[in-house]
């Protein structure tokens, strides 16, 4: 099925990144997830033709690629079957990092995320007990002369036990001595890898899907106060900014899901002979789908423009949020109407469709959910009092 490119210009990195997802086919994926391991061959793959470094400047060894470039990698990643989840924090912790960090910072790290001798894959912002709520979070990090010591727990933190390096989010002025509530959190680059066993542990969470989520549990570890991004206690915007490149590179992946869905569903539609006829032939069977695709592009034209306002320097907040909630809703309504298409071999694994329909649930939740999405357009655009 050809699906119309909104972005022609992408042509080269679409081909590039098709070319390394057709060596991981559905029964490489199958065997991670049956036995939970993290996909390690496909994510050198990626970062051995150089789409984990889209985001780096040239200058520092990376692509030099914006956002728009970036959403078609994942979307591409996606729709073939494939799972950017092993990697794409990669991406969306390098808004924070370039438009917050400093120089010292960007010339340690930068070059050897580019050339892969250290990964960036973990996002430590969740908590056990403030969830959504990441001002109430109680992790602290405390200034202790050219040192902070951080204690607290970070809860689906994802790829921790395969990442080198954490951007985590501490408190670092208590909640009730600020002027202003979003402010005293703070942001930090860390060495993760060393510190294991210096004060952190990360244990693996078993989940419905295989996504490589960890708790991490930080006892009074110490880390140079030059770990700090930015400024002290304004680590809340820095990570809000960075949270519009994350939802719409994650809306990109929905969107490449739901392409898969409904490719994968309009094929077995053609081919399934019941009654006779091909499934396909049934507008019951036919009109799910074509509702689906009709979505699915309608989303797909919110998240590039998310992404184009991104790149010409807007914090697009209203797009971003927008553009996660309808991809997401998308790539769920395709996974439905596969799911019901392949009828019992849906449920099959070897169909790949329920590891496709279990992971693309994850996005109405993660990594926000569309009742705290709506919140925002009520409050924000719509003028409507604040709920919570
Ligand atoms: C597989 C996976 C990977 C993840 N990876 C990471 C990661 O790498 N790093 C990281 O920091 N986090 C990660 N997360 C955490 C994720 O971002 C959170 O699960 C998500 O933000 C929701 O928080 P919560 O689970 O605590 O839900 P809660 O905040 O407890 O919310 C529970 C439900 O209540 C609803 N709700 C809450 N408040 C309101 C309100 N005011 N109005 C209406 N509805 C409300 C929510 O919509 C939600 O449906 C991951 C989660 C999963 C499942």
Redesign the pocket.
């Known amino acids: 099925m050809n699906f119309t490119d909104i972005n022609p210009d992408h042509a080269e990195i679409r081909d590039g990144v098709a070319k390394v997802c057709q060596q991981f086919p559905g029964e490489y994926w199958r065997k991670c997830d049956s036995g939970n391991l993290y996909p390690e061959e496909f994510v050198s793959a990626l970062m051995k033709e150089g789409y984990l470094a889209a985001m780096i400047p040239e200058n520092y060894g990376g692509s030099g690629f914006n956002l728009t470039a970036a959403a078609v990698i994942l979307e591409e990643i996606h729709l073939h079957g494939c799972n950017a989840?092993a990697c794409h924090?990669q991406m969306y912790t390098m808004g924070t990092v370039l438009r917050h960090g400093s120089d010292e910072q960007k010339q340690k790290y930068l070059p050897k995320i580019a050339d892969g001798s250290l990964r960036l894959q973990?996002?430590?912002?969740?908590?056990?007990s403030?969830?959504?709520?990441t001002l109430a979070l109680k992790t602290t990090a405390m200034r202790d002369g050219d040192h902070y010591t951080i204690k607290g727990q970070?809860?689906?933190?994802?790829?921790?036990a395969q990442s080198d390096l954490m951007l985590l989010?501490a408190r670092t002025t208590p909640r009730d001595k600020v002027a202003k509530k979003t402010d005293g959190l703070s942001v930090f680059l860390i060495d993760l890898k060393s510190l294991v066993g210096k004060g952190v542990e990360i244990r693996p969470?078993r989940?419905?899907?295989n996504?490589n989520?960890t708790e991490v549990f930080f006892d009074n570890v110490r880390i140079p106060a030059n770990s700090l991004i930015g400024e002290e206690g304004k680590g809340f915007k820095y990570i809000l900014s960075g949270m519009n490149a994350e939802r719409i590179l994650i809306a990109a992946e929905c969107i490449g899901d739901a392409k898969w869905f409904i490719e994968k569903a309009s094929a077995y539609a053609n081919d399934r002979i019941i009654f006779g006829n091909p499934i396909g032939k049934n507008q019951g069977v036919q009109f799910p789908l074509a509702k689906a695709y009709a979505h699915m592009i309608a989303a797909e034209a919110i998240v590039y423009r998310a992404a184009s306002l991104y790149d010409v320097g807007q914090d697009p907040g209203v797009e971003a949020n927008s553009a996660k909630m309808l991809a997401a809703d998308a790539s769920w309504e395709a996974a439905e109407a596969c799911l019901q298409t392949h009828g019992g071999f849906g449920f099959a694994e070897e169909y790949d469709v329920e590891r496709k329909f279990r992971e693309t649930r994850?996005y109405?939740?993660?990594?926000?959910?569309?009742?705290?999405i709506?919140?925002f357009i009520a409050e924000r655009v719509l003028g409507l009092p604040k709920?919570?």
Not at 122 to 128: I, K, M, Q, S
Not at 364 to 372: D, E, H, K, Y
Request: charged share 10%.
């Open positions: 989840a924090a973990a996002f430590g912002v969740t908590e056990p403030s969830g959504t709520d970070k809860i689906w933190t994802s790829r921790a989010l969470i989940a419905m899907i996504h989520s994850l109405q939740v993660a990594p926000i959910s569309t009742n705290l709506l919140c709920s919570y």
